[in-house]
Antibody
Framework: EVQLVESGGVVVQPGGSLRLSCAASGFTFDDYTMHWVRQAPGKGLEWVSL????????YYADSVKGRFTISRDNSKNSLFLQMNSLRTEDTALYYCAKDLLRYGGSSFDYWGQGTLVTVSS | QPVLTQPPSSSASPGESARLTCTLPSDISVGRYYIHWYQQKPGSPPRYLLNYYSDSDKGQGSGVPSRFSGSKDASANTGILVISGLQSEDEADYYCMIWPKNGYVVFGGGTKLTVL
């Protein structure tokens, strides 16, 4: 059974930093592109970032480019999101999601339960 | 970046069909893209339903009933999710998604489907 378990969400002040983690199991982690998607309270889904299967390629939404860094540790079946210079508009539930394909470009077939990040003074 | 337009709400009665739309901006053609669809119920993460490029190139999520299907209307530049034989459990938010370019993903704003 595929499982994605996010952690690391807390309340942080504007300008602060945070590192989210996603522990993956039930599939061959290093065979797939992975994503972070967020959802602000009461709002829709917003794609945040992706990393390809071996970590050599990363992409970001314009809203987080230069502030967030995605990475993965295939030896530990883990995905990460380093979030710096946090803003109140980054407040959201952050989901880890698995791509259908090794190189990305397809659907997100499995999602975690999410971890809540609140940016507030 | 492109904006995918979904009606904020839709409704239909049990047993009927619901047709949820996802309209692409006029400068990009729906015929060039896979349309990916997700269902989200309150308090739960999104669930992958299906993707659709053409009748001969499409995919269904694991365990997703065949009464969920995709299509396109090229004249309206729109991707369509059809849910036939509506059930009360289908009441949820539905999101479409595309990859407008390599390394970039866009979601629609979502449609809240009410089963009357």
């Amino acid at each position: 059974e595929v499982q994605l378990v996010e952690s690391g969400g807390v309340v942080v002040q504007p300008g602060g930093s945070l590192r989210l983690s996603c522990a993956a199991s039930g599939f061959t982690f290093d065979d797939y592109t992975m994503h972070w998607v967020r959802q602000a309270p009461g709002k829709g889904l917003e794609w945040v970032s992706l990393v390809n299967w071996d970590g050599s390629r990363t992409y970001y939404a314009d809203s987080v480019k230069g502030r967030f860094t995605i990475s993965r540790d295939n030896s530990k079946n883990s995905l990460f999101l380093q979030m710096n210079s946090l803003r109140t508009e980054d407040t959201a539930l952050y989901y880890c999601a698995k791509d259908l394909l090794r190189y990305g470009g397809s659907s997100f077939d499995y999602w975690g339960q999410g971890t809540l990040v609140t940016v507030s003074s | 970046q492109p904006v995918l337009t979904q009606p904020p709400s839709s409704s239909a009665s049990p047993g009927e069909s619901a047709r949820l739309t996802c309209t692409l901006p006029s400068d990009i053609s729906v015929g060039r893209y896979y349309i990916h669809w997700y269902q989200q119920k309150p308090g739960s993460p999104p669930r992958y339903l299906l993707n659709y490029y053409s009748d001969s190139d499409k995919g269904q999520g694991s365990g997703v009933p065949s009464r969920f299907s995709g299509s396109k209307d090229a004249s309206a530049n729109t991707g369509i999710l059809v849910i036939s034989g509506l059930q009360s459990e289908d009441e949820a938010d539905y999101y479409c998604m595309i990859w407008p370019k390599n390394g970039y993903v866009v979601f629609g704003g979502g449609t809240k489907l009410t089963v009357l």
